[in-house]
């Protein structure tokens, strides 16, 4: 009796130890990452652990989130006597607020295969036909991978799904492992676009200096060197009883970020049919 009580006890101290240390760290939101469960078909262990861990790396490098480490969890696990949460989602959750997440994300793989890569065996036919069938098939990654996984965030502290969604991955790659993993990178650039929805930004063109144009949120917004993001103009208010509630917008162009900071990011416009101004609106968007 006396041994559980204090085990509870630690428990408690251990999550709260936990907790402070990712409010020290920064005023992100923290996510508490499940190991996914592998319900496939393909029994390879590692299945769900690769994509388990390439997703931790795209919250990560999203920058405006932190993620529990896995030495966290563990500890927390263990001293509730859990050692495996795989496939019990709800408990998963249960263990995200007792570690002090703001949210906790749940999956499952659903696919995940490799295959003879067809545009592979397509270029390595007509080669052959030519005479020239291996220098051909050099050309193309040989294996194709595909991995497909549901998922949902939860807000922990009001139990709401944040974000519920099916989502895949599919790359080739010179080896079975290389296309397989490639597949994987793939699928967790399509999750953080959905994660991106639960972080919405809204900046503006602050200066533009040659074709450097600078926009005022960065890294503290999640955004990435890479992401291409829209451009839209205020035009006519909306009008609503008499009151300006919000004003039309009219996209005017595509930018490219090429170098995040802090609190600001510099951008390229991206396409020819841009016409972007000091002061336009810059948000995410398809």
Known sequence: MFIDYMRKIFAVMSALAILLSLNCAAAKKSVAVMPLENVSGNNEQKVAEIMTEQLIVAIHNAGTYTVVERAQMGAILREQGLQNIIGDSDEAIEIGKLIGA???????????????????????????????????????????????????????????????????????????????????????????????SVNPLRARIAEIDGDKIYIDKGADSGLRPGEILIVARETDPIIVNGKVVDMKQEEVGKIKVIEVNTDYAICKEEGFFSDVKKGDIVKRGK
């Open 102 to 196: 703001d949210y906790t994300l749940v999956g499952k793989v659903t696919t995940a295969f490799v295959e003879q890569n067809p545009t592979a065996t397509t270029i390595s036919t007509i080669g052959a036909a030519l005479g020239i069938g291996a220098a051909a098939s050099g050309f193309v990654n040989q294996f194709k991978g595909r991995i497909a996984l549901e998922y949902r965030l939860v807000d922990n502290k009001t139990g709401e799904i944040i974000v519920a969604k099916n989502i895949e991955g599919n790359k080739s790659g010179s080896s079975v492992e290389a296309a397989f993993n490639n597949a994987c990178k793939h699928a967790a650039e399509n999750f953080l676009m959905g994660l991106d």
